[in-house]
């Protein structure tokens, strides 16, 4: 019976990653392995270049954070008696490539270092846990509650984002990267704050217009919110930095997507009232795809492709008569 719920839940996996590739579609799927060539052949020289043990430290430091940040682990502690089994299976097929890699290197010692730390892990049961605020930190005027995304994510996320921010007002002058991150990162929080679906009463309210011209006011707003939020950065890049103006317009151009990939991911997902976290992973994946050169194309096409799945997601909801 362990066995049979254990390998149910791997298989659940499984479709959770088999949802991922569908979404990407056939031909994005040819355009990213034709794209991954030489984006692995530099990555293959430059970890060829480091320590042996480089990679498999920044594997385990990724693991660490998923791990500490599972939502599910009472849910697995609940129906398992032995839910580290789970999370060691998930974490080895996550270190296949580190495996591969340390193997060819002939560095037995490391892949075996690497499965302890991963056994080790899976025995941890603490989960970081964010307690939400039960208001605002930061008033918002009438004219922003259709914003309700921003204020909702600001709540729950109002620590992070404020040490973030003023870390990066604090020490923009230091170094171009410096705001340059910050902004980065800020972008990708804005982003998971389209991972609730609003009801549909909230819907209708809010979508007085034609699907293709909400989504396009909704994306509007979000980017003029997010860099009229972020304007004190950019103005002290540019008095700090401006020889690196080129790097700002690449990243104003690179950041403004990620709000319009977390609404049109929203919205050709949507039903009312739920939950949409499984769309995290697809979200991080084309925000990774933005971040790398040879990539970028692929989340272009794929948020134009959601952007007419929204479209027609949301006139079942916005044309017909609530319940």
């Known amino acids: ?78 129906i398992l008696t032995r839910p580290f089994i789970v999370f060691f299976v998930e974490y080895c097929f996550v270190l296949i490539p580190t495996f591969i890699l340390m193997l060819v290197r002939q560095r037995i010692d490391i892949v075996l270092a690497t499965l ?18 039960a208001r605002p930190v930061f008033g918002f005027p009438s004219h922003f509650q259709q914003d309700f995304e921003w204020i909702s994510g600001i709540r729950k996320q109002y ?7 003023l870390c990066g007002l604090g020490l923009s002058w230091w170094s171009p990267a410096i705001p340059l991150v910050v902004m980065l990162l800020l972008g990708i929080i ?14 209708e309210i809010y979508a007085d217009q034609a699907p293709r011209q909400f989504l396009r006011k909704k994306v509007k707003r979000a980017i003029l919110l997010f860099w009229g939020y972020c304007s004190p950065l950019v103005v002290l890049f540019v008095v700090f930095h401006f020889q690196y103006w080129y790097l700002l317009l690449l990243l104003l151009v690179i950041v403004s997507l990620f709000p319009v990939l977390g609404i049109v991911l929203k919205y050709s997902h949507y039903l009312p009232g739920q939950s949409l976290k499984s769309n995290e992973l697809i979200l991080g994946i084309m ?13 272009m096409i794929f948020a134009y492709r959601q952007y007419k799945k929204a479209i027609t997601n949301l006139k079942n909801y916005l044309d017909a008569p609530v319940n």
Not at 66 to 77: A, F, G, Q, T
Not at 159 to 165: A, D, E, P, Q
Not at 288 to 298: D, N, Y
Request: avoid cysteine; charge should be positive; hydrophobic fraction near 55%.
């Open 116 to 133: 302890g730390f991963a056994a080790l892990l899976s025995l941890v049961k603490l989960t970081i846990r964010r307690k939400a605020s």
């Open 287 to 299: 925000i990774a795809f933005l971040t790398m050169p040879f990539t970028q194309p692929v989340p």
């Open 190 to 203: 804005v982003a998971t704050f389209y991972m609730e679906a609003e009801s549909h009463n909230l819907l």
């Open 1 to 78: 019976m362990r066995l049979k719920v254990i390998t149910t839940i791997l298989s659940i996996r499984a479709k959770q990653f088999y949802r991922v590739l569908s979404e990407l579609g056939i031909i994005h799927l040819l355009v990213l392995s034709i794209a991954l060539i030489p984006l692995l052949l530099m990555l293959w020289s430059r970890i060829d270049e480091q320590s042996d043990w480089a990679l498999p430290i920044l594997s385990g430091l990724a693991l660490l954070s998923i791990h500490l940040n599972r939502k599910d682990k009472e849910y697995l502690e609940a």
């Open 159 to 165: 620590f992070t984002i404020g040490f973030i921010y």
